[in-house]
């Protein structure tokens, strides 16, 4: 038996132990992860810190050490996510539907969880206790496989939940994480059908798409995070500069932030020369030539620009002709992630919401809040941009199934 099945193995024998848990043992292994963390958040940093020491050798990006580094604020707001997540309801067990049927027996659709989650995720160590304490609550056992950049990090917050776990009497095989991070092994859990119900990438397209090609694991895919934000001919255009300024700089390192600013001609002129003085040089903008007839750009914007995920404090910017336009852009170099329009004009809000195809579309609010914590979820393993299962935060409800119980007197078939 090799390593990562060995893993699954352990992974499904904690699954069959985990189903007889009850909601307040639940909640009283999430209450005990929220405080062995912020217990030990001292050494927890020390590890993160050998992480940030090695990404800095290695010239990663602001943008990447941003996701990577622990702070004690940060750990306290993911022990307080936690207990977040404690305090929800419990979804399995919850009834869904049922009755009597014409041959007499009695159906219930009961909630229950999807078994054992494999979640595939690059540096960002929060994503490590936020899917593991989704999964506890949703009666799952999870493997996690985060990417080598954060491998000290991971393996100190692992090493803690399963000793919160194995302190009140719960299995600690219900959180496992993949130490081994080499490719192979990453290979491998994306075919193991006989442990692991189903696989969770987080990351970039790179790992997105690995994942979604070569695993032969069902997937929920979450998406990059290439969003739009459109200023309308008809907007606040203070609203449109406060707005587009928080989606783009207050954490550029995150899906849910812009990637790429549309502006119609209209308003073109008065918002981006704002925008361009809030900026102050430290947003790089490339713009397409209507931009850069108003404000100085980086560069011309190109056809690639408009596709990427930046994940920094670079944004493609582009001059539209009306709100047509702005959505037929949407829907070609978006990700169907988070998109958003700035009017005041109903009709345009409306119509930009329905025809725009995305988990989240918003009117005169900023993409920083596609997240589950914000969402009411506790907190969520990502952002699903595709329309089976699951779409938009994966958070609870997200991470169950449902089985048909039938309950009969002796109904035979003829």
Known sequence: MSYIEDLGARAKAAEYAIRNITTEQKNEALIAIAEILVANKGVIIAENRKDLENAEKNGMTKAFIDRLTLTAERIEKISSDVLEIAQLADPIGEILGGGQVRDGFNIVKKRVPLGVIGVIFESRPNVTVDAAALCMKSGNVCILRGGSDAINSNKCLVLFMRRALENIGISNDCILLV????????????????????????????????????????????????????????????????????????????????????????????????????????????????????????????????????????????????????????????????????????????????????????????????????????????????????????????????????????????
């Open 179 to 414: 130490e081994d991070t080499s490719r192979e092994v990453a290979g491998e859990m994306m075919k193991l059908n006989e442990y692991i119900d189903v696989l969770i990438p987080r990351g970039g397209s790179g790992l997105i798409k690995s994942v979604v090609e070569n695993s032969t694991v069902p997937v929920i895919q979450t998406g990059e995070g290439n969003c739009h934000l459109y200023v309308d001919e008809i907007a606040d255009i203070g609203m449109a500069v406060s707005i587009a300024d928080n989606a783009k700089t207050q954490r550029p390192s995150v899906c849910n932030s812009i990637e790429t600013l549309l502006v119609h001609k209209n308003a073109a002129p008065e918002t981006l020369k704002e925008l361009y003085a809030v900026w102050n040089g430290r947003v790089a903008i490339y713009g397409d030539k209507a931009t850069a007839d108003i404000i100085p750009v980086e560069r011309i914007a190109t056809e690639e620009d408009f596709y990427t995920e930046f994940n920094d404090y670079i944004i493609a910017v582009k001059v539209v002709d009306n709100v047509e336009e702005a959505i037929a852009h949407v829907n070609k170099y978006g990700t169907r992630h988070s998109e958003c329009i700035i009017t005041q004009n109903y009709e345009h809000a409306r119509k930009f919401q329905q025809e725009v195809d995305a988990a989240a579309v918003y009117v005169n609010a900023s993409t920083r809040f596609s997240d589950g914590n914000v969402f009411g979820l506790g907190a969520e393993i990502g952002i699903s941009n595709q329309k089976l299962h699951a779409r938009g935060p994966l958070g609870l409800r997200e991470l169950t199934s449902y089985k048909y119980l039938i309950y009969g007197s002796g109904q035979i078939r003829t």
